[in-house]
């Protein structure tokens, strides 16, 4: 019984630090992974606390769908949040 | 198998802090950042810390999940009374319910949001809402 208090908080610390990662982090593909690992433990927690339908669509939707629909968003914008580093990675781009 | 969870006030309060924690996470990502990409990845946090928050509350003490089966009963007649006494032990179906409609629509918003960011980029050629000052199209 004590292990899965044990499994609780450390998701939930998961959870917290994938949240701080992907909103800290620069290179924004690193950051759509981190939103994915947030579903993923979401996930977990949803099956933990008795909802596995919840489950089921939150690992098909959030973590498959979302992840999908950012990077092709990704692929056809920017990669880098600040525009320096954009203009250095793609020199075939037209910039102004 | 049995997910029956520890039988502590400390697990359904670490829930609540920590769903407040990530919604105020995400609030953050997307008040402060400056690329339209992060905030609309701020929105998606945002989303799965009100999720969690909802089913969190939702949840009973060593319930089970809100789904009848045969199995369920252990021998007992099919009547009435029964079925009611199985279902005091289940958590809430209804913030179960709705959190499945949210996800979705948090989903259908994710998507429309980026086709916009999309269009803003190809009209601009940046995704820094600084440079983006006129909002002429």
Known sequence: MIYYLILIIFLLLLMIGAAIYSIAQKDLLYAVIGTGLISLVLSILFLLLQAPDVALTEAAIGVALTTIVFIITIRNTVRHEDEEKNRRTLPNQTTK | ?137
């Open chain 2, 1 to 137: 198998m049995d997910f029956r969870l520890f039988d502590l006030k400390i697990v359904e309060y670490s829930f609540f802090i920590t769903s407040v924690v990530v919604i105020l996470i995400g609030l953050y990502g997307a008040l402060v950042k400056r690329s339209l990409i992060k905030v609309v990845i701020g929105l998606s946090v945002f989303d799965s810390g009100v999720n969690l928050l909802l089913i969190s509350v939702g949840y009973l003490t060593s319930g089970t999940a809100p789904i009848y089966s045969p199995g369920l009963l252990k021998g007992m007649p099919l009547t009435l009374e029964n079925i009611k006494k199985l279902s005091e032990g289940m958590v809430d179906p209804v913030p179960q319910a709705l959190v499945l409609t949210a996800i979705v629509i948090g989903f259908g918003v994710t998507a429309v949001a980026l086709s916009l960011v999309i269009r803003l980029y190809r009209h601009h050629k940046t995704l820094n809402i600084d440079e983006i000052k006129n909002l002429k199209w």
